[in-house]
């Protein structure tokens, strides 16, 4: 019994005008926003592995290969390990792109 007095005696609350809590909603949708919109443009300068940008292109080994002999896609190479920038897949899928038939 003394636990759940100490937890409403330590609980408060507040009140604040409507406009207030409408700014403040309207700050945090802003913020929400800019962390999405940061969160895409870090996700597409990260660099992947060989193995994810096969699969993400759903190309064969010798396909991967062929693309990289012809550099079709921009890739870094350290020792035997391969990258690839997501935003390059992305490129490369966009040119690649076939619209409907209207």
């Known amino acids: 019994m003394v636990t759940m007095e100490k937890q409403f005696l330590s609980s408060s609350l507040i009140v604040i005008p409507q406009s207030a809590w409408q700014g403040f909603q309207d ?10 919109a940061k969160s895409a443009d870090e996700l597409s300068k990260q660099w992947i592995e060989s193995t994810e940008a096969r699969k993400m292109l759903g190309v064969s080994q010798k396909t991967w290969q062929t693309y990289r002999d ?3 896609i921009p890739f870094s190479q350290i020792g035997r390990k391969i990258y690839v920038r997501r935003s390059d897949l992305q490129k490369f899928l966009e ?8």
């Open 27 to 36: 700050d945090l949708r802003e913020v929400k926003e800019m962390l999405a």
């Open 70 to 72: 012809r550099r079709v």
């Open 95 to 102: 040119a690649h792109y076939i619209s409907a038939k209207r």
